[in-house]
């Protein structure tokens, strides 16, 4: 491993060439991520569903309320997590082989179908595939051969899954945003890009803001304006880049979010009632802060001034 890292400092070429290589295999993976993950989720909310009104039933069994609530819970579900089962063409069930697994080449190599039927693969599992391969390998070229080059690209891998789980089911799952929280806390001790006071206030800074914009919408309209993962996510990202980057990621994702729904209620004709994810402009401009952070603010800075 030791010589791995030196062979990344010395060697620019080796360093990207690995990054996007490992990046391939992780958007592989996180193709996984954004399919099982809400599933799972749905799962294990179904059954904590059952277990709480059985239990209800079994202490008061001549509750009315608590009886007509109460339905037969269903069998234990198959192992489904984020290995098992093996993956499979959801149209004839086969199963996919190591050779037609291979990142955007057994897609190519395939001719986008299934080696079994022929019916047609999404487009979309190569280029999530692409895509995290190349924006890893744009965050490595900017921070080289770093730790912070190294937290970047990790950022990035659970930054990806979150934007497409989001644009699918409105959800920022906790499985995501809190390790995110965490590792960028961990990594503040070792002042990676910040310290670990700017951190902390900066995670705080950020769940405390859009928590209190959540609470005035809903004061004032009676809606939910977002959820709590926006909040979350908020926090990990302010942990990462520090609270003096907060503006900058909440004026970008917003202004973006703006225009962005704006365009959409002209296109679907809508009253002004359209769902709108905002976690993916929080992501974006959570990755754009922490490469360009200072040489953001201090144009604004100037622009002010001037």
């Known amino acids: 491993m030791t010589a791995i890292i030196e062979l ?8 990207l ?11 592989s993976f996180l193709n996984v991520v954004v399919y099982r993950l809400p599933i799972m ?3 294990e909310f179904t059954a904590e569903y059952h277990a709480y009104y059985e239990a209800d039933a079994q202490v008061f069994p001549n509750d009315e309320n608590t009886n007509s609530n109460t339905q037969p819970s269903p069998p234990p579900p198959a192992v489904f997590n984020l290995i098992k089962p093996d993956s499979t063409c959801p149209a004839c069930g086969h199963r996919i082989r190591a050779w037609e697994n291979i990142p955007v080449i057994s897609y190519l190599f395939l001719k986008g179908r299934c080696a079994s039927c022929k019916t047609a693969i999404s487009p979309r599992y190569p280029i999530v595939e692409l895509t995290t391969a190349l924006v890893c390998l744009g965050v490595a070229w900017h921070f080289g051969a770093t730790g912070q080059g190294a937290l970047a690209i990790l950022t990035c891998w659970f930054l990806i899954p ?8 409105m959800l920022l799952p906790d499985q995501l ?3 995110l929280l965490w590792i960028a806390l961990i990594a503040s001790t070792q002042q990676v890009f910040v310290d670990p006071t700017t951190a902390i206030i900066g995670a705080a800074a950020g769940y405390l803001c859009l928590w209190s914009v959540y609470w005035l919408f809903k004061l004032f309209t009676g809606k939910e304006g977002m ?6 996510l908020l926090a990990a990202l302010g942990a990462l880049v520090g609270w003096q980057g907060l503006p900058v990621i909440i004026i970008m994702s917003s202004l973006v979010g703006a225009v962005v729904g704006i365009a959409l209620m002209f296109k679907k004709q809508s009253n002004g009632s359209i769902a709108i994810p905002f976690g993916p402009y929080l992501a974006v401009a959570g990755l754009i802060t922490l490469m360009y952070k200072q040489p953001i603010i201090d144009t604004y800075i100037n622009w002010v001034l001037s």
């Open 8 to 15: 990344c400092q010395t060697s620019p070429v080796f360093f």
């Open 17 to 27: 060439s690995l990054v996007f290589i490992v990046s391939l295999l992780v958007g």
């Open 41 to 43: 989720m749905e799962r």
């Open 162 to 169: 979150m934007v497409l789980i989001d644009f699918d089911r």
């Open 177 to 179: 945003t809190l390790p």
């Open 227 to 232: 959820g709590y993962g926006d909040f979350k």
